[in-house]
């Protein structure tokens, strides 16, 4: 879930990158020619980040054959002091199986613009789900130990707590283990307002510590459900 700002900005520089994009639509495809449920779920989110860019992200899962499943998203990011251009992308896929209970294995896909700046991810997660006054709630601890870039490691905790009916606390923080030089963590949690059962409202702080400057940004935004 995270991709270094001059990652971002060298790799926009070599043009748009094509290739994830065509993984996930892949996944996905595949999925509905094989009987599956093409698309489960699909959201479209759009942010103005305090640090003068705005962002979109486009994410989807799916149901696959054999007990696997897809998940994956899209962002895309304008220039620092730009609202008006999607020069920077970033894609994430993941395939996962469970394979006991809560416990799942993913491969994960990790790719942006220009060439170069891929990866693969090998790992194991536990995603328990639990009631919160009641109310359905999800926690996620993934570790990645393996990854073909050789940079290192990376620990996720993701979650999801439905606080009132329309009210949810959700994000993720990633710890990304180095090979060389310093730990970074990228942290994204979320307050969501859920207007109707597809709308919601999103007040989002952003710290990225792959990032020289500015580190720290408030989003603010809209997602719809499909």
């Known amino acids: 879930m995270s991709q270094s700002w001059q990652n971002y900005e060298e790799a926009a520089k070599r ?21 599956m449920p ?5 959201s479209v989110a759009y942010y103005a980040d305090s640090r003068s860019f705005n962002s979109a992200t486009v994410q989807a899962s799916s149901g ?13 990011h304008g220039n620092k002091n730009s609202r008006a251009d999607a020069s920077r992308m970033f894609v994430e896929s993941r395939l996962i199986r469970t394979v006991w209970r809560n416990i799942s294995l993913h491969a994960e896909y990790n790719d942006a613009h220009g060439i170069g700046n891929s990866m693969l991810r090998y790992g194991i997660a536990f995603n328990p789900r639990f ?15 393996y990854e073909t870039d ?17 009210v949810a606390l959700g994000g993720f923080s990633d710890w990304n283990i180095q090979s060389h030089g310093r730990n970074k963590w ?33 989003a603010f935004g809209s997602k719809v459900q499909f």
Do not use: C
């Open 64 to 76: 696959l054959p054999l007990g696997f499943s897809a998940w994956g998203f899209v962002d895309l």
């Open 150 to 166: 050789g940079s290192g490691q990376q620990v996720t905790i993701a979650w999801s707590v439905l606080l009132l009916t329309r």
């Open 186 to 218: 990228v942290i994204e949690p979320e307050i969501a307002f859920g207007l109707n059962e597809r709308i919601t409202l999103v007040i989002e702080p952003r710290y990225n510590g792959f990032q020289e400057t500015e580190r720290f940004g408030m």
């Open 131 to 145: 009631a919160f006054h009641a109310r359905p709630s999800w926690l996620l601890v993934r570790f990645s130990p």
């Open 15 to 35: 043009g748009p990158m094509t290739i994830a994009v065509k993984v996930i639509l892949t996944v996905f495809v595949l999925s509905s020619l094989m009987g």
């Open 38 to 42: 093409a698309v489960a779920e699909t």
